[in-house]
């Protein structure tokens, strides 16, 4: 027996290292990219973001035909490869401002040449590993690559995860405070050093000619079976053994078998559905949170890393401790039941999400509706004023204050007099000529206007009205403030605003004065953090050096009022409170999506792989793939649909959804009955032996039979003990990988009861 590992293993375990770091880092940071960078909506990134992956799971499907079709899998791997770099670099010229091309085009092609390359080699590197092995010789050296395989892939993803939002976020480039081209840059790279690494390895590499197809036969053995079935009637046989007269007879069987297991894949993309929008939903939440945890920065789209890290923490745990003690109490044995328990945890994890929006909108500010409208007052003198108004009590407002009237009744919009007063004609170090004054506020319907309280070039007590507050939150979440300057003199020209924030960035605004002395900037985006303000004009380098802290998520108004020539008030005012819920309120639902994965995913590829034939397992692996897309493709049709205008309601709706759907499949799993191979010989005999043929055709219809209940780790029935299968699971990004266990015994599934009998000798279905 040869106890050593085949060169050519290293070249193809590094290859999915790279592979796995560069496509799980370019999903981490995708969501974002399309809000903050592109402009999307938070809808219409929630589609590109879908509709992208769903694509990644439809084309597996493509290269698995195109590697047993002629191409082999060498090439299929190397050729998708290639695509797959050319999108990631077009993402890259994408990231980059200054390219005259569509930003948005360019994404688009190139997310779907990256679904391509990464959707096309999915299914080939793993098998082409398989192939540099001699069996029976290297059956433990098989076992090994597997369990470094799976290691690799785990590793790549979750390194992957990590660092491209830290790349994306701690670099400065092209005047901007992130780079995402660099986030997309650095995967471009790991992808040319798979692809360099991968053919290093030719001189090493067996390649096997391509076998029979047998995800086409699939197809076309069940067109066929269709097409005879309208076309002729006649339902008293199996609908597929209308394709008796054409197709293998063993084909047809075991058909049989994986359209039964098939049936019971209907209701699972919904639980994909959930999963996958840990990427879209979740991170757009997290942006929406405090992202500092004991001093540390979390970045909204490092939060994804928690469900794969929680997985690789779970998987054993689960094996050792959870199903052993469910099974000594008879509880959850059956595959299906642990199915339908973690598409009802995804649920619970829905439930807290949509729990933590309602939460976050606690902090949102009651914006005025129909009929109605608000005035923010604030008070820029230094002393306390009264103010008298027809929508509220006599209000005193106290110096530097701001105080908003809210459900101010307006009809379109409405006139209201207002009285503002002063305890005195001295109003700290101004002598007011006078302390009573009077003024008209207008209130728009649905629109809140701030009114600025301060003095003039004759002391006079006066009124500033600035632009209507916009409430809006920056996409990307940074805060944004606007600057209200007042001036009550003529003795300054061209004022400018600088703010240099810690990096050593200065973003400098100049302000026009409009004739009433007011000027109000745009809504600045900065960067949260801290800043050095700077007022300066012309005549006076620096009027005023005070500094202000703006949060993530906030909306501002800073407020400064010039007066003779020098500055005398300058305040920084909160009109939306930044982000204050900490991010780390994430956690629960993201072990609860977690423990649902491997409940729900882990267990329903093993009963896949056990209950499926062996010439089907392709088949069941391509429909797995698939149910992955149609969950992708529920989330697209949801969005667009917008059926919700508050995200928490959209949460709860997938809660309900997946609880009914996972109710349906628990009356779909109570009808299916495992099937057990009555074999009056050796497995053995049956897998390696050539069908005998015979002249009386025997009905391809299988002979269910219960067994004992299939459970996780650990199988009841009787088991031949004699083969060695690949036992599937998740990789980080959530994606089915084989694992082999050595020594791991399970059911052998038959597709037909077979006895064989001395008289008479049945072909082998």
């Not at 830290?166 to 471009?188: E, Q």
């Not at 199996?238 to 359209?259: P, Q, T």
């Not at 109710?663 to 390696?688: G, P, T």
């Amino acid at each position: 027996m040869e106890t050593y590992m085949p060169v050519s293993i290293v070249c193809i375990i590094a290859t999915e290292f790279c592979e796995r770091f560069s496509f799980c880092g370019l999903r981490t940071i995708l969501s974002l990219y399309l809000r903050n960078e592109l402009r999307l909506s938070e809808n219409s990134a929630t589609t590109v973001y879908h509709v992208f992956i769903m694509i990644c799971y439809i084309l597996p499907i493509l290269g698995a035909i195109c590697a047993d079709s002629g191409m082999g899998r060498y090439r299929t791997v190397f050729y998708f490869s290639v695509i797959y770099l050319v999108g990631n670099v077009i993402m890259v010229f994408a990231a980059i401002p200054a390219t005259d091309f569509s930003p948005i085009l360019m994404t688009v092609i190139g997310l779907t040449l990256i679904s391509v390359g990464t959707g096309g080699s999915k299914p080939c590197l793993a098998a082409f590993g398989g192939d540099q092995f001699r069996l029976p010789q290297q059956r433990d050296q098989l076992q090994q690559f597997f369990s470094l395989f799976y290691f690799s892939i785990n590793l790549g993803g979750f390194v992957g995860m990590i660092i491209t939002p830290i790349m994306r976020k701690s670099v400065t480039c092209f005047g901007d405070d992130t780079c995402y081209a660099l986030g997309f840059g650095f995967p471009a790279v790991l992808i040319l050093l798979s692809i360099l690494i991968f053919i290093m390895g030719q001189h090493w590499y067996r390649m096997k000619s391509p076998k029979d197809n047998v995800v086409l036969q699939f197809v076309r053995c069940t067109c066929y079976a269709l097409y005879r079935s309208i076309r002729e009637g006649n339902h008293k046989e199996h609908w597929l053994d209308k394709a008796r007269d054409k197709f293998d007879l063993k084909l047809v069987g075991d058909m049989k078998i994986v359209f039964a297991v098939l049936f019971l894949y209907t209701p699972l993309p919904l639980f994909w559905s959930l999963f996958d929008q840990q990427g879209s939903r979740w991170t757009f939440q997290a942006s929406r949170m405090n992202d500092k945890f004991l001093g540390i920065q979390i970045l909204p789209d490092q939060m994804q890393v928690v469900n794969p890290a929680l997985v690789l923490i779970f998987i054993p745990f689960f094996d050792k401790i959870i199903y052993p003690y469910l099974g000594r109490m008879q509880f959850l044995e059956n595959p299906l039941h642990r199915m339908a328990v973690g598409g009802l945890i995804a649920g619970f994890a829905f439930l807290s999400a949509g729990i933590l929006e309602l939460i976050l909108q606690l902090n949102y500010p009651p914006l005025p509706g129909r009929h109605n409208a608000a005035t923010n007052f604030i008070n820029t003198l230094p002393c306390d004023i009264v103010i008298h108004s027809p929508f509220a009590p006599v209000l005193r407002l106290n110096s530097s204050a701001r105080f908003v009237f809210g459900d101010i009744v307006a009809h379109g919009s409405t006139m209201y007099n207002v009285t503002i007063t002063t305890d005195d004609k001295v109003c700290g170090c101004i002598p007011l000529t006078r302390h009573l004054y009077g003024l008209k506020v207008l209130a728009v319907e649905c629109q809140t206007d701030t009114i600025l309280i301060g003095v003039n070039k004759f002391n006079e007590i006066s009124d500033y009205i600035t632009d209507p507050v916009d409430y809006r939150v920056s996409l990307n979440e940074r805060p944004r403030v606007r600057i209200d300057f007042i001036t009550a003199s003529d003795a300054l020209k061209n004022v400018s605003v600088s703010l240099k924030s810690m990096k050593g960035l200065i973003d400098t605004y100049y302000l026009g004065l409009r004739p009433e002395h007011l000027s109000v900037s745009q809504y600045i985006e900065l960067p949260n953090g801290a800043y050095e303000c700077i007022v300066s004009s012309n005549e006076i380098p620096i009027l005023e050096k005070n500094y202000i802290h703006l949060a993530l998520g906030g909306v501002y108004a800073l407020v400064i009022r010039e007066r003779n020539g020098k500055i005398e008030f300058f305040n920084l005012y909160t009109i939306l409170p930044p982000n204050s819920v900490s991010i780390m309120w994430l956690v629960p639902q993201y072990f609860l999506i977690s423990v649902a994965e491997i409940m729900f995913g882990i267990a329903g590829l093993e009963f896949s792989f056990t209950q499926a034939p062996k010439s089907m397992k392709t088949v069941t692996v391509a429909a797995w793939y698939l149910s992955v897309a149609f969950g992708n493709l529920i989330v697209i049709m949801v969005t667009e649909l917008n059926l919700f205008k508050n995200q928490a309601f959209e949460f709860f709706f997938f809660a309900i959804l997946i609880v009914a759907d996972m109710m349906l499949f628990v009356l779909m799993a109570a009808r299916y009955k495992f099937v057990q191979l009555e074999a009056d010989s050796s497995v053995a005999m049956l897998e390696d032996t050539p069908l005998l043929s015979h002249d009386s055709m025997l009905q391809a219809k299988p002979s269910y039979k219960s067994t004992q209940k299939l459970g996780f780790g650990s199988f009841g029935g009787r088991t031949s003990g004699v083969l060695d299968w690949s036992r599937p699971t998740f990789n980080s990004c959530g994606e089915v990988v084989p694992r082999w266990e050595q020594n791991q015994k399970i059911p052998v599934w038959p597709s037909v009861t077979v006895r064989m009998t001395e008289k008479k000798t049945r072909k082998l279905l």
